[in-house]
């Protein structure tokens, strides 16, 4: 059965911190290298909230699977149509459909909030995300290698790229050019 996918609450964050916590001790999936506070986390919660920006969990039987936000890209004007995502899955629920769903919904508020492209930065190394986010119509878009550091040796950051339907395209005539 798939996961419920809805808007996180403040009640959620006691269940969304482990996971958070857990890809910070023991992946490159985030390159935080303290773990958050449950005070942090509340603060980033309202932050996003308050500013309208989607935080969403997948919920199924009461527990928390992952959760998955975006915000700005970068902090200029130029860029208010492009987002910068992260999702994140209990390791127990990992190769189950839940970063996937969790893509799709965001894809959605994305296309719903007009953007345009949605960022991935992704640690190029992490195979099953970068799978994910082909398999969602992610492109790469560009390498830097080993602008990051953490367990003790340099990261590469991959982005990817998804642009959006945020208006339909215009109407193309069938007929040949006159």
């Given at each position: 059965m798939p996961p419920l996918i809805r808007d996180a609450t403040e009640a959620d964050l006691p269940q969304?911190?482990?996971?958070?916590n857990q890809a910070i001790r023991e992946t490159t999936a985030i390159w935080h290298l303290e773990e958050a506070t449950l005070e942090a986390r509340l603060a980033w919660l309202r932050e996003r909230q308050g500013?309208?920006?989607?935080?969403l969990v997948a919920e199924h039987e009461g527990a928390v699977l992952?959760?998955?936000?975006?915000g700005d890209f970068r902090p200029?004007?130029?860029y208010s149509q492009t987002v910068e995502h992260s999702v994140y899955v209990d390791p127990a629920a990992q190769g189950r459909g839940v970063g996937r769903a969790l893509m799709a919904t965001l894809i959605e508020r994305a296309e719903a909030a007009g953007m345009h492209a949605m960022v991935g930065g992704i640690e190029a190394g992490n195979a099953?995300?970068?799978?994910?986010?082909?398999?969602?119509?992610?492109?790469?878009a560009g390498l830097l290698p080993e602008v990051g550091r953490k367990f003790g040796r340099w990261l590469d950051l991959l982005f990817m790229v998804r642009l959006l339907p945020a208006e339909p395209a215009p109407e193309r005539s069938a007929a040949a050019p006159g």
């Open positions: 969304m911190l482990p996971i958070l500013r309208g920006l989607p935080v992952g959760f998955a936000s975006f200029f004007a130029g099953a995300s970068v799978a994910l986010h082909r398999a969602m119509g992610f492109r790469d």
